[in-house]
Every structure is written in C-alpha cells, then in structure tokens.
C-alpha cells in the first residue's frame, strides 16, 4: 500500500546538492576568470546548470502530482531532486546534456512516471504536464534578468554570454515542450481534453513524437524558423548573443578571440 511521502522522501539528494555545487563553483570561475580556460569553465557552469534545470523540470511534475493526488512520487524518490531516481535517466539527463553538446539545443526531458489514475480532474491532469516546461520558463526568466533588468554594468563578459546561451537551452526546452505532439508536455496538456477515441488513435504515436519533431527541425526551413522564433524570445528578454556563449562552451574550438569579445 503506498503511503503519504514522508520526510525521507523529501529529503534534497546529495546527488542533486553535487550537481549545484558544481554549478555555483563554475559560475564563480567564469566570474572571476579563475580558470586558465575561461571556456572549460563555462562548460561546467553551464552543463551543470542544465543539469540543475532539468531536475527541477521533473521535480515540478512530481510535485504537482503530488499536490493532484499521487502520492506514489514519494516512494520514488521523484521529490529528492536525485536524477538518478527517474525512470530513464538516460532521456532525462543524459540524451539532453549530449545534444547541448552537439549542437547547442535544450532536449525535453519527461521520465518521471506518474499514476495518472490517482488524479481527478482534468485540469489538474494538464497542470501537472505543464509543470515542466514552466519551469523551464521560469529558469529562463532567472538567466535573463539582468539583461531585461538592465544590471549587466559589472558583470563580466564571459558570465553574460554563458547565461545567454544557457537562456537559448531554457528557451529552446520550453518551445520544444509545449508542442501538441504526443509524447511530449504539450500534448500532456491537451489530452485531457481530448474525446477517448482521438486519444486511442494518437497513443501508439507518442513513442515517437519527440523523434518526428526532431526530423522536422532537420528541415532547413522548419529549423530556420524555430531559431527564429527563439531569437525574438531571447531578444524580448534582452539577450541579443547567445552564439558567443556557444563559442565558449565548445571550449575544445578555443576561447573566442579576446579582441572582439567585451571584458
């Protein structure tokens, strides 16, 4: 019989409280330009920033459905924030940190499990798939604030250029989200919603949803305009360089030229 989460099962995993920690140690280091590679700093701030965004990506889905009726996503372990607890970590952790790395592109996660039987109403169904991807929104908004604040006199370059890039991740991961494809939040939000015979016919789909969107962004006119979609959002948030900061993650190409890079 599963029971109410107990405060074991709510306890912060060491593993997550790592993961921070290295972020913060990293973000210190592009500050402070500590590293002889200001780029391999960047690198670390930024992966594990990531790391740190998807986690609370799944973290928000548990605990929404925690709060709709599932008490089943404390016995997971879902509410410890430990990645290593997800049903596939290789979707939700792994698979998104190497298409940063390839390519720059924040990968939807979405491998908490929940019993969605436990759940009544549908509004809170679609609630517990937007979670996710609203704190994607949210972690985007943090990335950007001083930008849109106004507040970057100060701060070095190399920090604002690895936020702007890791807003263009926060970004990116959002969008890809909210589509209405099965497989992903999106569609979490809408099904709900949706009449039983439609949802039988659009399930055998989901395994394979996030693949077709993929395929599609392979298209030079799709994948044009999908950036172009996320450089308005940047540039509305006030990021006007997120490349830069890709330069620099990739450090294994070099630090970008100091000289066309502001201090």
């Given amino acids: 019989m599963t029971t109410a989460p107990t405060r074991r099962d709510r306890r912060i995993s060491p593993v997550f409280l790592g993961i921070a920690a290295v972020t913060a140690v990293s973000g210190w280091a592009v500050w402070t330009r500590f590293s002889a590679s200001t780029g391999f700093a960047v690198f670390l701030f930024v992966t594990s920033a990531w790391v740190v965004s998807l986690c609370l990506h799944e973290y928000a889905h548990a605990r929404t459905a925690l709060h709709g009726g599932d008490i089943s996503v404390g016995a997971r372990g879902y509410l410890t924030l430990n990645p290593l607890k997800y049903t596939h970590p290789l979707l939700s952790i792994v698979l998104p940190v190497i298409f940063v790395v390839m390519g720059g592109i924040g990968l939807p996660g979405g491998a908490v499990y929940i019993e969605r039987g436990?759940?009544?109403?549908?509004?809170?169904?679609?609630?517990?798939?937007?979670?996710?991807?609203?704190?994607?929104?949210?972690?985007a908004l943090v990335c950007t604030a001083p930008f849109w604040l106004g507040a970057t006199d100060g701060v070095p370059g190399p920090f604002l250029y690895a936020l702007g890039f890791l807003a263009l991740?926060?970004?990116?991961?959002?969008i890809l989200n909210f589509l209405p494809v099965p497989?992903?939040?999106?569609?979490?939000?809408?099904?709900?919603?949706?009449?039983?015979?439609?949802?039988?016919?659009?399930?055998p789909l989901a395994p394979f949803g996030l693949l077709l969107v993929f395929a599609l962004l392979w298209i030079p006119e799709v994948g044009g305009a999908f950036f172009d979609a996320v450089d308005a959002v940047l540039r509305g948030l006030g990021v006007d360089d997120w490349r830069t900061g890709l330069e620099y993650y990739r450090f294994w190409d070099g630090d970008p030229d100091p000289a066309r890079v502001s201090p």
Avoid: C, M
């Fill in 118 to 139: 436990r759940v009544r109403g549908r509004w809170k169904h679609s609630l517990i798939s937007a979670a996710g991807p609203l704190t994607n929104v949210l972690f």
């Fill in 169 to 174: 991740l926060q970004v990116t991961a959002a």
């Fill in 183 to 203: 497989g992903l939040d999106g569609y979490g939000v809408i099904e709900p919603w949706l009449s039983y015979k439609i949802r039988r016919q659009v399930e």
